[in-house]
């Protein structure tokens, strides 16, 4: 079976590996005393024991987690990666919280089951619109973006208001003209976040 990427150094101290699965990128951003931060942890049972693995084979200390977003691809964690706090923004953990059994649901029968109770354990912070928008002037001055999915780009930019506008054109009521919502899943997550907004 084809094991997660290896963590490649995309610029000092950041280190992404990216599943086989939808291509979910996995983030650790290192410290000056070697901890780090742990974003998106993932997929499958092995890549995510690859990760603890890898950790701990560079010295390297979890401080704290950080899901990008309540999928169930996000929220996963291991017992190699301590006990640290895990974040996300307020809905996202709050998602989390009240769709647990649901997230942990949608992990193969396979996974082993001791991973699968540390599944979609958040706590909650800023909210995601108002954290785009705090990014956005270091956003406009990096070199690379790490998205969730998909490949380490040079347009941090560019998805940064690509993801702005969809999100404004959610929350106006109106079907964003994005691309990405010829993908089935990533239709789904639309449908999803529709249903949400519509909650407020």
């Known amino acids: 079976m084809v094991r997660m990427s290896r963590f490649m150094e995309i610029a000092p101290r950041i280190w992404v590996a990216t599943s086989r699965l939808y291509?979910?990128?996995a983030t650790v951003i290192v410290g000056d005393d070697d901890s780090c931060l742990l974003i998106d942890p993932a997929w499958e049972g092995d890549e995510l024991a690859a990760i603890a693995?890898?950790?701990a084979e560079c010295g390297l200390r979890?401080?704290?987690g950080f899901a990008t977003h309540a999928h169930y691809d996000h929220v996963l964690w291991h017992p190699g990666f301590g006990d640290a706090?895990?974040?996300a923004s307020r809905r996202a953990a709050a998602?989390?919280?009240e769709h647990r059994d649901y997230?942990?649901?949608r992990l193969a029968a396979d996974f082993p089951a001791e991973l699968r109770a540390l599944a979609a354990v958040l706590e909650g912070v800023d909210l995601y619109l108002a954290g785009l928008d705090a990014l956005e002037p270091y956003v406009?001055?990096?070199a690379l973006v790490v998205p969730g999915h998909g490949?380490?780009?040079t347009d941090a930019a560019a998805r940064l208001a690509a993801d702005q506008h969809y999100l404004a054109e959610v929350l106006a009521g109106r079907e964003p003209a994005d691309a990405r919502l010829a993908d089935p899943d990533q239709r789904h997550s639309y449908d999803r976040l529709v249903a949400i907004v519509s909650e407020r």
Request: no cysteine.
């Open 23 to 25: 291509q979910t990128t």
């Open 140 to 142: 406009r001055q990096a």
């Open 95 to 97: 998602y989390a919280s």
């Open 151 to 153: 490949a380490v780009g």
């Open 53 to 55: 693995a890898w950790l």
């Open 103 to 105: 997230l942990r649901g």
């Open 62 to 64: 979890v401080r704290a």
């Open 85 to 87: 706090p895990r974040y």
